[in-house]
């Protein structure tokens, strides 16, 4: 790990001038990478706060995520690093959280709860496509950057492993910006708008539980729930996406309701 951040921080110190459009970041795709599979672990190693279902005895849901991720990831070339991050799925068998989170690198993370409260698959891919925007946007390395200071950042150029490891274990408790999330809308629109599944989705939840049930991360606090919506809303009508579902078999209320029944 050490050698990997010597090595990156260190070209992108030379690179900063070939910066993308929508903000610095220090890291490399590599670093996306090696931080996502550090929270990986950490989130293994913490079976209480984190009680992962079994995919070998739980198939039936754990095909249905993914069959509906390869239709968001395979229907949109809006991806930039889809060849890239594994995407690799865990459901979170915690009925109290209605929650999803997606580290960098693209490990997604959904907890029972979230997928008992929705009542569709397109209102689920919504939450999914949101998500997935964080890690593809790279959010998560681009909010470090910004909050660490290039000056930090490049100080860990012979900075000790721990020090790194310190950085990688706030990125559970980071929390994204309003434009980070108003983003992660707007892809989760593109994203969806050319799949089977309403390319509105994402605001399926704001619709029904408002702002009273809590904080989940793709809900957050800002912007407004309704600010959400209305995003949501625009970005589906100016992309002229259709306003229905157009399921495959599996994938409608009836079999959206026996995932529920099976998790
Ligand atoms: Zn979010």
Same mark, same amino acid.
């Given at each position: 790990m050490k050698k990997i951040y010597i090595v990156t921080l260190a070209l992108a110190a030379l690179s900063l001038q070939s910066c993308k459009k929508g903000g610095l970041n220090l890291f490399s795709i590599e670093d996306d990478i090696a931080l996502g599979k550090q929270t990986q672990q950490e989130i293994a190693n913490n079976p209480t706060e984190y009680p992962i279902l079994d995919e070998a005895t739980n198939q039936a849901a754990y095909n249905y995520l993914y069959t509906m991720r390869d239709a968001i990831l395979n229907g949109s070339?809006?991806?930039?690093h889809k060849n890239d991050f594994e995407w690799k799925l865990y459901i979170i068998k915690r009925d109290d959280v209605q929650n999803a989170f997606c580290t960098p690198g693209g490990y997604i993370y959904v907890y029972t709860g979230l997928m008992k409260t929705l009542d569709d698959a397109s209102s689920l891919a919504g939450v999914m496509g949101h998500e997935m925007a964080h890690a593809d946007r790279r959010h998560s390395t681009q909010q470090m950057t910004e909050v660490y200071g290039i000056q930090t950042l490049l100080s860990f150029? @012979?900075?000790?492993a721990q020090q790194i490891a310190e950085i990688a274990g706030q990125l559970i408790s980071l929390k994204f910006s309003r434009n980070h999330e108003t983003e992660a809308d707007t892809y989760s629109v593109k994203y969806l708008c050319p799949t089977r599944f309403r390319a509105d989705g994402a605001a399926d939840f704001f619709k029904k539980l408002? @702002?009273?049930?809590g904080v989940p991360e793709f809900m957050s606090t800002h912007p407004d729930p309704g600010n959400r919506i209305s995003n949501i809303e625009k970005q589906k009508t100016d992309l002229n996406c259709s306003d229905a579902d157009n399921y495959t078999?599996?994938?409608d209320i009836t079999n959206y309701n026996q995932l529920k029944a099976a998790i």
């Open positions: 070339s809006e991806f930039q150029i @012979g900075g000790n408002g @702002g009273s049930q078999p599996g994938e």
